[in-house]
Structure formats: C-alpha cells, structure tokens
C-alpha cells in the first residue's frame, strides 16, 4: 500500500469534516443567538416603554437626519456662493492690473512681455490682500504660441473644458483639484480664467483658489450638526422613556392588583396619589375592586346561610324521621296480627319510609355541593377494593332483575389517592343505575389504570340513550323515559351527585348510550388527588360499536 | 341480666320511642335529657352501654363525652343528626366508639349496641407480645391489661380489642373493613373513618411517638398491621 495515500486526507472525509465543523459552529451559533432574540422579541412584545421609545427613537432620528443634511447643504452652497463671488470680483482686479502690465508693448517684445508675465505672476499679494483669505496663486498662458508660458504652482494642470470657454473670450469659473506650495496633494479649489487682450497678443489669465479654509468650516458645520442631531436623539429617546414609564407604572401596578384580587386577596387596593387620569384610573379600579368584594362577600354569607340551612334542617328533620321510623319497624314487626288492610298499609309506610330517607339524604347531599361545603377525605387506596365492595352490594339487586354482575377488576393493585366513601357511592350509583336498565341482559365492570390515571366503565346492554340523552343523564330528576317505572325506587338525584363526587376528585364521569345497544358510564379520576387528567386508560364506547 | 343502656337525648318522643324499642329487644334503658346532667346519671346508673345525642341542650355531646370518657371506658355510641365529616370525626376523636346517623335502623342500633357489648370469649391465659423487641407492648387478655416498658396502658374495651385484633396476626394485613367487621361487627362495609380516628387513639396512647408509629403501623393503599413482636 502507498504510504502517501494512508496519509493524505481522503477526501469524502475532509468534506465531512468541514460539513461536520460548520454545521457545529452554525449550531452554536444558533444556540448563542437564539435565546437573545427569544428573550429580546419577548421584551419587545412585553414591554410597552421599550416600544414607545424605540419608535419615538426612530422617528426623531430620521427627521434630525434629513434636518441635518438640509443644513449642511444650504450651509455649503452659501459658502461657496460666496468664495466664488469674491474670487470673481478678485479676478476682475488683477486682469485690470494685467492690463496695465502689458501697457505698450508689442508682440514681438518677447523680454517685456516675459517681463510683464514675470511681474503679474509674482505679485499676486496686492490682489490677496483685498480677497483676504487663502492662498492666491496665478498662472499666466499665453494662447498664441505658448512661448511665454508661467506657471505656478509647478504643474497645476488647468481643465480642458475652462480653457475653451476663455478661448472664446470670456470670463470661466469651474471647480477643480489645485495644487499648493504649503500642502503636498491636491485640495480642493476655484479656478477662475479670463482672456487678457492687449497690443502684445492674446493671453489667458487664471486665478487659482484653494478652498481649504471652506472645507474645515463645512466639516466643522456637519461635525456640529451630527453631534447636535445626536444629542437630540437621545434627549428625545429618554424623554419618551420617561413620559411612557410614568403611564405605565400604574399600569404594571394595577395589573399586579388584579392579579392578586383575582388570586383571591380580595382587599388589595391601588395606592391613588393626585387627581390626574392615572388617578382616576386608579380609583375607579379601587371601586371595581370594593363593589366585587361586597359581591363575593354577600355571595359567601349567602353561601354560609344555607350551608347552616341545610344542616339545620337536616338536624330538624331527621330527629322526628328516626322517631317515625321505629315506631313503623315496630308496627312493621308485629303485622302479622294485623287485618290484611292494616297489615299493608304498614309495608307501604316502611317502604316509603325508606325512599323518604334516601331522598332527604340525596337532597342535603347535593345541597351541601350547591353550597360548597363538600371536602375529599382522600387516602392511597386500591381502586379494585371499592368496586368489589360495590359489586357485592349490588349483587342482591342483580338478583332481584335476573341480570348477571360480571366484574373484571384485572390482575395488578390499582391504587389512587381518592375518597374511598365518596368512589364507592358512585359506584353504587352507577351500578344500580345498569341494573335498573340492563332488562335482563348482563352488566359488566372493568377497571383499567395508566400511570397518571385510574378509570371504571359500567356496562348495561339494555334499552341504552336516544341521541342526546348522554349530556341529560347527569341533570337532577332526570327520567329517561317517564312511562318506565323504577324498581330500585331512586331518588333522581343519584348520578347528579355521583357526577359532583367525581368533579371534586378533579375526574370525569361521563356517559355513552345508543338506543338498543346499552349504555356505559366511564368514571376516570387523577391517580392522585386533583392532579391533571387528559386521557382515560379505558374506552368509553364499547369496542365492537368503534369497530 | 340485662344490659343497662343510658339514653341522652332532648327528643323526648325520640326518647321514649328508644325505651320502648330497647325494652322489647332486652335492654334496660335510662334517660337523662340534659347535657350538663349526663355525667351525674353515668355515675348513678352505671350503664353497660351509652346511646348520646350530640346536640344537646346544657353541655354539648362532645364535652359530655369527654367527660366519661375521662373516667370510664364504657362504650359510647352517638347518634347524629349531622353526617358532614368534621362533625363524625370530632365525636369520635372526643371517644366516642361508633356513631349512627338519624334516622337510624333499629335494628342497625341494637346490632352495633350488642357489637360493642360483645367480648371476646377468652381462650385462657393468653399473652401477646408486640412492637419493638427492645421497648415491647405487653398484652393479657384475660386481664384485659396493656404494659409497656412496666407501665400500664390504660384503654377502653374497643381500643383494646383493635389491639388484639392486630397483635393476633402479628404478620397480617388488616384492611379498614376487615377491621370494622372484626372490632366492630359491622356486616357490611362502612365508614373507614372509624378506623382511622380509633388507630389515633390507640397509638395515641401505646406508641412512644405517635408520629412515627412501632406498634400499629399503616400499610399504604392497604391498612394496618401491628408491629414486628
């Protein structure tokens, strides 16, 4: 094998590698700048001051932009209007002085006319001292036959375009780079030409105007002006701030209030200080919060007086029912020495005695839920007990319709923080509900568990619900059917109160029925006591109907 | 001969509708219907058996309870009108052995009554030991009398009896029902909280910390069992 080549860099690899280097710096990136501009966006949505004072920001600095380069522009174009006007006039002079020069000489006088050159170009001072600023310099051509040729600065080129306009005879002014002794370069300069005619011939004179004076003060004016826009900004920028935090403090205040109102403080106030708009918002806020506390209070005592109602009258009413009732088991006992008459109605009194007595309980019970007065006695317990229990209660029942009670309460502990006394009585409910209803076919119980959830279906195979009727089923004295009577004799209120018992385990109960095929009643509750609940281990339509 | 029952009740047709319910089932009943003076019949009638009303007017059922209970462990029975838990639980955290709640059975009434007349038939001269091996409970049946670390526990007949009832099994789990139908002779299941407000007691008064119980331990999801003998 080539050794080269075990070393060399394959390269599917290299390429991968890159890739791979890339993609991670591309990553870490990401990570880096992902959370900013989350945390950033969030703010920016949050924060109504950030909003108000990035905004006002950018608008003032946009319109002190376009303010500031308006300025400097006027600024600029003044200035050179008036350099331009001085140069020109500046010119004026030294032509009439180049004239007197050339005063009497002929064109073929070459030394005078050298002379005369010589002359107007060195003393260019007498006409500086009237402009009284910058260097002044002069250039003298002769157009003829660039004999006499002066030229200062050396090698000051003079712009095509100038020469033609001073060619045809008059005065030229254009902008061009100039040269000077003092500073090395170009800078930045007015070239002023004019033909120069006299008996000696045809000359141009130029003036030439560096405009460094000019630049600095245009720079000194968009330095002042840039630093000037910038203060602006940012006065305005904390002027926003501070106006917007003033609007918005009491505004972050009174959420906060009704944040805690709601969350049950119900004798939070806001501060109020003043008598502005943000006063008034804060007073009537206080008044909102005043009239809802005298709601929830009136609402509460209400609450209290028929919590004590209800048990007063419970008191009241079962003392002499207790009374009633031993004085009927009584007569009850000994009705075999009564006439037949007598002796029955003896039974119908017993008998109803009992459904009074489930009734009165049925009623306080559902009123002590209306009233709020119903606590969760909870504790770990193995759901399969409770139904068992209920089972075996109900198999009398089940007896007594010929239906048979099948139960499959599955292999493993099912344990869940609930009411056990609560649980069973739903149970119980829901039992001798199927069986009221099974019409002699079976009724089945299954238990099912996942890990946050326990569930219980009930099962009947009889008359079931008409369309609608699964939503009914729960209402208070509710009757299927009315023309059907009850041989267990219930009160009417048993699902409703078995539906209050489930919701305060923070659980679902609820029913399926098709008319013929049955009906089922579904109990899921949290495995542990008002914990979250988003899916029952166990169908509540039967499986051959989802089939 | 017959049971003594003692009635404390203000409903004097409830009253006497008891007397003529506990005669015909074999009792002797007395009645008191004032509160403040339950305590002075407990001591004249010596009752095997109380029946108390918790409203009552003069003293409260719950303080007329404490007050014989604080001398006698005879078996207290209430009968309550009110069947929200906080008032169950505070009867019977007063010592009150059982409750029926109006309007009761009769014969739901004399079945919990004969329950808690009921006593074990002693197989003679049993003992039993249990909780830890280094501070154990003591039990003599027949004397009906608790030691630990030589100290005698003193405990009523029902508190003695879920002793009993859990150091005969010392390795068994009892759940709530199994004991209500063991201690308690209920037939069919019923309130669990009997159970837990009895073990309070119990441990109350046999553990060393009754926070962090040796000798009725709770069994999660399931219910009790005594401690390791």
């Known amino acids: ?547 | 001969m017959k049971p003594r029952v003692l009635v404390v009740d203000d409903d004097s047709s409830l009253a006497e509708m008891l007397g003529i319910m506990l005669r015909s089932e074999g009792f002797e009943p007395a009645f008191v219907p004032d509160g403040s003076r339950a305590l002075a019949a407990f001591r004249e009638v010596k009752p095997d058996v109380v029946l108390l009303d918790l409203m009552l007017p003069g003293m409260s059922g719950i303080d007329v309870c404490r007050a014989i209970r604080a001398e006698s462990g005879t078996p207290i029975i209430m009968l309550t009108a009110k069947t929200d838990t906080v008032d169950i639980v505070l009867g019977l955290e007063s010592g009150a052995d059982d409750y029926v709640v109006k309007p009761f059975k009769p014969k739901e009434l004399t079945a919990r009554m004969r329950a808690r007349l009921r006593r074990y038939d002693e197989a003679g001269g049993e003992t039993l030991q249990i909780g830890p091996p280094e501070s154990p409970v003591g039990i003599d049946v027949q004397a009906h009398q608790v030691v630990r670390d030589g100290e005698q526990i003193s405990l009523t007949p029902l508190e003695f009896d879920l002793l009993v009832a859990l150091a005969r099994k010392p390795r068994q789990v009892f759940t709530r029902e199994v004991l209500l139908e063991q201690v308690w002779g209920y037939r069919h299941a019923a309130d669990t909280r009997l159970v837990n407000v009895h073990v309070q007691r119990l441990r109350s008064k046999v553990e060393r910390d009754p926070e962090r119980p040796e000798v009725v331990l709770t069994v999660r999801g399931v219910g009790y069992k005594a401690g390791p003998p």
């Open chain 1, 1 to 547: 094998m080539n050794p080269a080549a075990r070393w060399a860099p394959r390269p599917d690899t290299l390429a991968a590698r890159v890739h791979q280097h890339l993609q991670t710096a591309v990553d870490r990136l990401n990570h880096r700048s992902r959370p900013a501009l989350t945390r950033l966006s969030a703010s920016w949505r949050r924060s109504l001051q950030l909003r108000v004072a990035t905004t006002t920001t950018l608008v003032t600095g946009l319109i002190v932009l376009l303010i500031g380069v308006f300025l400097v522009d006027q600024i600029g174009k003044g200035v050179l209007k008036a350099k331009r006007d001085a140069s020109i006039s500046q010119a004026s002079l030294g032509l009439d002085a180049a004239l007197a020069q050339f005063e009497g000489l002929t064109p073929g006088d070459l030394n005078g006319i050298r002379q005369a050159v010589d002359q107007i170009t060195a003393n260019p001072a007498s006409a500086t001292a009237t402009l009284g600023a910058g260097d002044l310099f002069t250039k003298v051509i002769r157009s003829a036959d660039q004999a006499v040729n002066r030229q200062l600065p050396v090698g000051q080129p003079i712009p095509d375009e100038l020469r033609r306009q001073v060619d045809r005879g008059a005065v030229a002014v254009q902008y061009a780079p100039v040269r000077t002794p003092s500073q090395p370069g170009e800078v930045p300069g007015l070239i002023v030409g004019q033909p120069v005619n006299t008996q000696a011939g045809a000359f141009e004179l130029y003036y030439l105007f560096p405009l460094t004076a000019e630049q600095k003060t245009l720079g000194l004016v968009q330095r002042t002006v840039l630093i000037a826009g910038l203060a602006l900004v940012l006065l305005v920028a904390a002027i926003a701030a501070l106006v917007t935090r003033q609007v918005v403090r009491p505004v972050r205040v009174a959420a906060q209030t009704a944040g805690r109102l709601a969350g049950g403080a119900l004798s939070e106030r806001i501060k109020v200080s003043g008598a502005d708009d943000i006063a008034l918002l804060g007073e009537s806020f206080n008044d909102m919060a005043n009239s809802l506390q005298q709601q929830i209070q009136r609402l509460e005592n209400l609450s209290r007086v028929q919590q004590r109602f209800t048990s007063d009258v419970s008191h009241e009413l079962r003392t002499p029912l207790t009374t009633i009732r031993m004085a009927a088991e009584l007569l009850h006992g000994s009705r075999e020495d009564f006439a037949p008459e007598l002796a029955r109605s003896v039974e119908l009194l017993t008998n109803e005695l009992d459904r009074f007595e489930s009734l009165l309980a049925d009623l306080l019970e559902i009123s002590r839920y209306d009233a709020g007065a119903a606590h969760l006695e909870t504790d770990q317990v193995d759901i399969r007990g409770i139904v068992e229990r209920a089972v075996s209660a109900a198999q009398p029942l089940a007896g007594r319709h010929g239906v048979e009670l099948r139960a499959d309460l599955g292999d493993e502990p099912v344990i869940a923080e609930v009411d056990a006394r609560r649980i069973e009585r739903v149970l119980r409910n829901l039992l001798g509900n199927a069986l009221d209803h099974a019409e002699g076919r079976p009724v089945a119980v299954r238990v099912g568990a996942d890990e946050a959830s326990v569930a219980v279906t009930v099962r009947d195979e009889g008359v079931g619900l008409r369309p609608g009727e699964a939503a009914l089923v729960f209402n208070r004295f509710w009757r299927g059917d009315p023309s059907r009577s009850r041989l267990t004799g219930g009160t009417g209120l048993g699902l409703a109160i078995s539906l209050e018992d489930v919701r305060l385990h923070h659980g679902w109960l609820q029913a399926w029925g098709a008319r013929g095929r049955g009906a089922v009643f579904r109990m899921t509750l949290p495995r542990v006591a008002g914990g979250p609940l988003d899916s029952s281990p166990l169908p509540l339509e039967p499986p051959e109907v989802l089939a």
